[in-house]
Antibody, heavy 118, light 108 residues
Framework: QVQLQESGPGLVKPSETLSLTCTVSGGSISTYYWTWIRQPPGKGLEWIGYIYSSGSTKYNPSLKSRVTISMDTSKNQFSLKLSSVTAADTAVYYC????????????WGKGTTVTVSS | SSELTQDPAVSVALGQTVRITCQGDNLRSYYASWYQQEPGQAPVLVIYGENRRPSGIPDRFSGSSSGTTTSLTITGAQAEDEADYYCSSRDSSGNHLVFGGGTKLTVL
């Protein structure tokens, strides 16, 4: 049974880079798409981007200039970097497995809260 | 990118049937998926594709679509179905994902 776990700093200063890692257990990262989603406090879900096992990526156009998603197959992990953060980037960040058949996300991590504050 | 529109809130009496809708032009081309999110929890996939349920999702959850509208129907709503529901689909480019704004379901 595939499980995902997000990890990374819970507090990031404004203008710095947010960095999170998602560790995949119970299955190989070398297949499927892997994606990041976030949810600001009291608001809805926002798709950030995804990476395929080949390394190809797609990003939300509204975040594209600040986002990088990468993967490390040797560690069975994929990562998110979001640069030049502001308070608007404060959110719960989720990683999930994305299945290409219907672009649906069948396995989610529990989420990690990131607060942007000085 | 495209937008998906959901009613912010819907209520249903215990045991009755409720339909939660999601509208968007891209839904003419792509199926939506539906996620249930309870407070403080990660979203859970409940419907995807034409009308497919992941293992463990009760059969009272079903999906349908017509034109630019996709719907999640709960037949015989239970108290534990009270949650936020989000639709998601590919945008018009087919390369990106979009979410609806979410619907808060209250079971009375």
């Amino acid at each position: 049974q595939v499980q995902l776990q997000e990890s990374g700093p819970g507090l990031v200063k404004p203008s710095e880079t947010l960095s999170l890692t998602c560790t995949v257990s119970g299955g190989s990262i070398s297949t499927y798409y892997w994606t990041w989603i976030r949810q600001p406090p009291g608001k809805g879900l926002e798709w950030i981007g995804y990476i395929y096992s080949s390394g190809s990526t797609k990003y939300n156009p509204s975040l594209k200039s600040r986002v990088t998603i990468s993967m490390d197959t040797s560690k069975n992990q994929f990562s998110l970097k979001l640069s030049s953060v502001t308070a608007a980037d404060t959110a719960v960040y989720y990683c999930a497995r994305l299945l290409a058949a219907y672009y649906h996300m069948d396995v989610w991590g529990k989420g990690t809260t990131v607060t942007v504050s000085s | 990118s495209s937008e998906l529109t959901q009613d912010p809130a819907v209520s249903v009496a215990l045991g009755q049937t409720v339909r939660i809708t999601c509208q968007g032009d891209n839904l003419r081309s792509y199926y939506a998926s539906w996620y249930q999110q309870e407070p403080g929890q990660a979203p859970v996939l409940v419907i995807y594709g034409e009308n497919r349920r992941p293992s463990g999702i009760p059969d009272r959850f079903s999906g349908s679509s017509s034109g630019t509208t996709t719907s999640l129907t709960i037949t015989g709503a239970q108290a534990e179905d009270e949650a936020d529901y989000y639709c998601s689909s590919r945008d018009s480019s087919g390369n990106h994902l979009v979410f609806g704004g979410g619907t808060k379901l209250t079971v009375l």
